[in-house]
């Protein structure tokens, strides 16, 4: 079943672009990610889909129910972090997640305290001595204290210490496991990698590609590095070869097109070293970009 189905959505700011006929699905049980610079259209799409704007055309459906007249009925089964957190600065930590918890009409009192101790939020400090990494923190617990059924995260990590993003994450997969759906939205590349199965690529408030993984590395081109004394580069100038670059008595280049056609030219050369891997998920991304 389809937990997210978008289809042609489109939002303009009067004039100005947020996203141009944007069509995807999100399966349950699927961790998405969904990424693009700053600007791309990751937040607008997000406010869309929970009918916090209304678009200026298009459709989108959570859990099969239009998103602007079923608005506030699906939102009891979702959990959002925004890429910015505000909260009222004079309350205390512990009072402002009971208010938040007072909107789902079910006792979230152990989840609350469970969370805010996985998280290391300390409950009884003013919010306005928190510092950014810890309001972060707060927006996670905040999400996740009514076990929601499917959660969006803009920009989740921003802010959180190396150990702390490594302790969401593990909370994220933990969540995932229990049947969660997680609509992640990122630039970071390398955290979408880590966690997701399939991305969506959103350029310029359109959908440039949306794939699993796997299938984006492999179809991509393949990053070739050849060691050898005496280098010619011309040896390689061949159909599919780009970027070519010499460091060192190494030639790197990237190529897209039949493997075996750079591995001939590899064997007919005494090579003293030779790697040939998939690039990452930054590098295709640039490769959507240039």
Do not use: W
Not at 106 to 123: A, G, I, N, P, Q
Not at 214 to 241: C, E, H, M, S
Not at 253 to 260: C, E, L
């Amino acid at each position: 079943m389809s937990v997210i189905e978008v289809t042609n959505l489109t939002k303009y700011y009067g004039k100005s672009r947020g996203i141009v006929d944007v069509s995807f699905k999100e399966e349950e049980g699927e961790i998405f990610g969904f990424i693009g610079p700053n600007g791309a259209g990751k937040s607008t799409t997000i406010r869309l889909l929970l009918s916090l704007i209304h678009p200026t055309s298009g459709s989108a459906k959570v859990f099969g129910k239009d998103v602007v007249t079923h608005g506030p009925e699906i939102r009891r089964d979702i959990g959002y972090l925004p890429s910015e957190v505000f909260y009222y600065e004079g309350m205390k930590v512990i009072d402002l997640l009971k208010y938040s918890a007072s909107f789902y009409g079910k006792d979230c009192t152990e989840r609350l305290h469970e969370l805010s101790e996985y998280m290391e939020l300390e409950l009884n400090r003013r919010i306005s001595d928190l510092s950014y990494g810890n309001k972060k923190k707060v927006g996670i617990v905040q999400g996740l204290l009514h076990s929601p059924k499917l959660l969006f995260l803009d920009e989740p990590t921003a802010g959180l210490d190396p150990l702390m993003q490594r302790k969401f994450f593990d909370l994220i997969r933990k969540e995932n496991d229990r049947g969660v759906t997680v609509f992640f939205s990122s630039h970071i590349l390398g955290e979408v990698q880590r966690l997701c199965t399939r991305v969506g690529i959103i350029r310029e408030g359109k959908i440039a590609e949306i794939s699993d993984i796997r299938t984006l590395q492999q179809n991509n081109y393949k990053k070739v590095n050849v060691t050898a004394a005496g280098l010619n580069p011309a040896t390689f100038d061949l159909p599919g070869v780009t970027n070519v670059q010499t460091e060192n008595g190494t030639l790197h280049f990237f190529f897209k097109g039949d493997i075996n056609a750079v591995l001939q030219k590899i064997s007919a050369i005494q090579v003293a070293d030779v790697t040939i891997e998939e690039p990452t998920l930054e590098e295709i991304f640039m490769h959507y970009y240039e």
